[in-house]
């Protein structure tokens, strides 16, 4: 979780706030400004009259949210929710002609594992939302100037700015095909005078996001370890996706928009979505719940994620799927390399910037 040196809880919380607040409150003036209707034909699986029918043959596979824990961060703040409805009534960001892909920029260096979470993180992205994803060659950690990274004065870790990096790394970059531009870095982030550090900060105003996976554990400690870091840079990647898409904090279920105010709480939050939150999700790319249910149970698979994968099947089913298929991996393809893009949904591939 983010913290001040000497400030009390309250004070730490309410400045995890301001960064996610500011998000949203970007992603309000992007939905004025940016959108045009969108009416899609009523007969398709993602139209809305076909996604109402899909919430409720989903909910009674999800659980509500219970009364939040101290702590939690429906404890700390008020936030009113949104349903589909609501969502649609917002005119929300969208993919349109022009701007189709997800971009995924590394910055500085990873490790041969990292960089196998990185290459994971990315045909995640492109499944979980439908959309293609271009994961880019890193650029150098270099691009960060001396006035915008520091040493922790206490704890002595390497941390960046993570503004700067928004608006100088980041927003330059965005290609004109971006939906958005998302950073990742190995390196701590703070994002500002008087704190600690922050796990990702997003700009939704110009579409771009980045995030640190240096607090996701340590991925090279065997499989259980493994798994944890690869779940935690997944969860927080979509998760920040589904704000750039104009979704606000889901208060209704638990679900991966769920906000959350510390580690544990973030943890317990599913990296499923919620019926609402899938039915904003399939509306805005246009995507068949069915089919993305088995995609992702085959990527849950491959992952060893076995919850996940469970779930999906039974989300599969509920939706009228055959059990023979769900969970089959039949992208027996080895990883894109470097270098050589796919534009394809599903897919992911590195391309220079
Ligand atoms: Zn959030
Ligand atoms: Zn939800």
Known sequence: MPMRN???????????MVVLGAALLGG??????????????P??????????KTIKALAPLHEKLGKPKP???????????QSFAQYLRCRPITPTKKRTTIYILPIGKFTKTQ???????AEFMGLYYCVPVKLLDPVADKLIPANARRTHPSWGMKQFLSPYILSKVLRPRLPKDGLVLF???????????????VYGQASLRHRVGVQSIYRNGKPDDGPAAYRQFLRRTLKTATHEMGHVLSMLHCTAYECNMCGSNNRQESDRHPM???????????????????????????????????????????????LGGKDDKTGENTDKKPPTPRGKPKNEPGKSARKSS
């Open 6 to 16: 000497n400030t009390s809880k309250r004070k730490i919380r309410l400045s995890i």
């Open 28 to 41: 309000v003036l992007v939905m004025r400004s940016y959108t045009e209707p969108e009416k899609h034909p």
């Open 43 to 52: 007969g398709k699986s993602y139209s809305a009259v076909s996604l109402r």
């Open 71 to 81: 702590g939690d961060w429906l404890e700390r703040f008020d936030e009113p929710g």
């Open 115 to 121: 960089d196998k979470v990185l290459r994971q993180t």
């Open 183 to 197: 950073g990742i870095t190995a390196t701590d982030l703070w994002p500002g005078k008087g704190w600690n550090f």
């Open 272 to 318: 499923w979505m919620c019926p609402q939150c899938l039915a904003k999700l399939c509306w805005a790319v246009r995507a068949d719940p069915k089919m993305r249910f088995k995609k992702l149970a085959a990527f849950y698979k491959k992952a060893g994620f076995k919850a996940e994968q469970n779930f999906c099947e039974k989300s599969y089913k509920a």
